[in-house]
Each structure stands twice: as structure tokens, then as C-alpha cells.
């Protein structure tokens, strides 16, 4: 099930909430820095731990503050005009988000628009992207439940009519 919730991410109650990250981990501007700052200072500890995370691949740490049981991170591609191989990075960063979930017992899991911000991935693009892999990542895991952070209504409208609901 993949459903669309309009609102501050760090606040939803799933097990799992991902972070647009940059390579560092270490925080930044956006959802990145938004996890961050509702984590606690126990987040940026950790993250000085894991190396760090290579474009469209993920990491698990613990979620401290937040409702989530754990923060995915995930390094989305800068868009550089879609030929440089950001859709198959961008579809990586979904599909290894929900697998490191699922393999923590995580069984919900909240995504935002990766790579859609500061990174100027186009938000149509994106969106296509995100619906596509985690439909496809569902079919293996009926179980999970997804849902796609929208930041504003016209973000929760755009994933809306990408998913057809």
C-alpha cells in the first residue's frame, strides 16, 4: 500500500522515516536538516560512525527523538538533464531505502521527495520514479506500508495523481 500524507515528516509515526541525505550524512539544508534537528544531537553522533553513504545507495541508524524506530538514509543524485544515469540512481535510493527497512522488522516507512530539492531533480520525473520502484519493491513485501511525505498540496497533489488515487 502506498498512500500520500501532507505534512512535517519528522512527526509521522512510522518505523521508519528516510532522509534525503548528502554523501557526508553529517546533516545539511531541507528534510536532511529538518531529521537532524528533531533528532537530537544522538543522529549526528551516530551518523560521524557510518562513513558516510555513496550516491543511491542507504543507511540505517536510530531515530532518537523522532516517532520512527530508525532514519534511512539515502543519497540521491544531482540532476545533471537525466543523462548521466540520475533515474537508475534515484530508483536505487528508493529501492535500497525500503530493503534496509525491511530487513530492520521496519513494516511502515515514510519517504520524502528525494533529490527533488537542492539537487533539482524535476518533481514529475521523481515522482514517476519513486511510484514505480516501491510498487515493485510491494509485490516481495505486501506487508509494508509506504507512505509519500508531501511537503505542501501541490507536492501531495503531484504523488497523487502519479500513484492514480
Known amino acids: ?15 521508519a522515516i528516510v532522509n534525503a541525505a548528502n554523501s557526508s550524512l553529517l546533516g545539511g539544508g ?5 531529521i537532524h ?10 551518523c560521524r560512525t557510518l562513513g558516510g553513504c555513496p550516491t ?8 532518537y527523538d523522532l516517532p520512527a524506530r530508525h532514519v534511512i538514509h539515502t543519497v540521491g543524485p544531482v540532476w545533471q538533464g537525466g ?16 530493503r534496509l527497512a ?12 528525494i533529490s527533488t530539492g ?11 520514479i519513486a511510484v514505480a520502484t ?3 519493491a510491494l509485490k516481495g513485501c505486501p506487508d509494508m506500508e509506504v507512505t509519500l511525505a508531501a511537503f505542501d498540496a501541490s507536492q501531495a497533489a503531484l504523488l497523487r495523481a502519479v500513484l492514480g488515487s
Request: glycine share 12%; with cysteine; hydrophobic share 45%.
Open 30 to 34: 531541507g528534510v536532511d536538516g529538518a
Open 102 to 113: 525491511y530487513e530492520a522488522g521496519d513494516r511502515s516507512i515514510a519517504f520524502p521527495a
Open 56 to 63: 543511491g545507495e542507504a543507511r540505517l541508524s536510530g531515530a
Open 1 to 15: 500500500m502506498i498512500a500520500v500524507r501532507e505534512g512535517d515528516i519528522t512527526t509521522f509515526a512510522v518505523d
Open 134 to 136: 516501491l510498487r515493485e
Open 37 to 46: 534537528r528533531a533528532a537530537g544531537p544522538g543522529l549526528l553522533a551516530e
Open 83 to 98: 543523462t548521466r544515469g540520475e533515474p537508475a540512481l534515484l530508483a536505487a535510493c528508493y529501492r535500497n531505502a525500503f
Open 118 to 128: 537542492v539537487y533539482r531533480y524535476p518533481a514529475p520525473e521523481a515522482a514517476a
